[in-house]
């Protein structure tokens, strides 16, 4: 696991500093989104954030993989997978924003 990995905690504090509601409201609240946005998603419901990207759940079909081990072919189960499309702005935020450690 990294060290730059952003938790709920991490998330919840900066909605305390920010908003100034109490730590326990933050957390409430940040918990409340994050629902939203899973019910949402788990109704195949398309979620967008403004400025930031959307979520959207993709139907992919049933398809032939192959074990890389004994290169024998098994099928792959139809299932539903989680997209994520960022927006032009956050696209732009993160190639002029700082180089960080691991991009070196």
């Known amino acids: 696991m990294s060290d730059n990995t952003i938790t709920r905690a991490q998330l919840s504090e900066a909605v305390y500093q920010e908003v100034g509601l109490s730590r326990n409201e933050s957390s409430d609240l940040l918990e409340a989104v994050l629902e939203e946005v899973a019910e949402a ?17 993709r139907s992919k079909g049933q398809r032939i993989g192959r074990n890389p081990k004994t290169g024998e072919e098994v099928p792959i189960l139809p299932r539903r997978v989680l997209v994520f499309r960022p927006s032009q702005l956050l696209k732009k935020k993160i190639n002029d924003g700082p180089v960080s450690k691991a991009g070196k």
């Open 41 to 57: 998603l788990a109704q195949g419901e398309a979620v967008k954030i403004s400025s930031f990207g959307s979520f959207a759940v």
